[in-house]
């Protein structure tokens, strides 16, 4: 009996103490299993974070690159900006170097424009002269003739010695009386110091229509003209090639047709002396 109770508490000693090992085992176990447990969720909050971190990573390279895309885009941009930009430079360079040219030869015209002008008015001042000189050698020449009978002025660059009718003619005619002549004579004088002078002679008439000699007052002006002409170049031999004769009966008045003062005026004779311009027009072509 005894035997047997050693046996069964023999037993039951071997039983409880692998039990209290397994216990141990159990509870070591678990431990780890707790640990492990911890490590996993640490390794998942790890790879959550490293999943997020490769996800940002991803964000700032897709970004870094989009930047980079910009950045050449921009960079194109500008090579294109640059380009046109030294394109409009090289033409405006180009316009430039034209514009400076043109200005230099249009300096050289300028200087040859105004050496030109100012040999112009040279010559434009020596023909004021030369017309003053001989207004004042008619003006002397017909010195005792009375300022009724006849008016010598300078008109467009040109001498008018207007001659009065009651000085050359009687109502009417086309003869040149004695005092007439000889105040042509004197004019002569004048004219034949300078045959560079040019001659026109103009005749003049008033409004009232003419009855007896002459079929009008066109045929009297002209008629009157013509004696002048024929007395400058056949009695004072004026080169008859200097003299132009010419009638423009009433229709260049010098005053009123509507008064005898007034028609007494435009009853006259006009001897219009042009001094030698072909030099003045050689230089205004």
Known sequence: MKFIQLVLISFFSSFLFVACVSKKKFVEATNAIS?????SSRLEDDLASVRNNLRETKQSI???QKKYNDLLSVKSLKEQELSSAQQQLSNTQQQLNSTQEKLSSSALTVEEQQKRLEALQKLIDQQRSVVENLRKSIDNALGQYKAED????????KVYVSLQEKLLFK????????????ALGKIAQVLNNDPKIKIVVEGHTDSIPIRRTFEDNWALSTARAVS??????KNYQVDPARVVAS????FDPRDTNA???GRALNRRTEIILSPNLDELYRLMQ
């Open 259 to 261: 008064t005898p003062e």
């Open 150 to 157: 006849l008016d010598v002025f300078v008109k467009d660059g």
């Open 35 to 39: 640990e492990l447990r911890k490590d």
């Open 247 to 250: 009638g423009h009966s009433y």
């Open 171 to 182: 109502s009417g005619s086309a003869v040149v009386g004695k005092e007439g002549e000889e």
């Open 62 to 64: 897709e970004d870094l």
């Open 228 to 233: 002048i002409v024929r007395i400058l170049t």
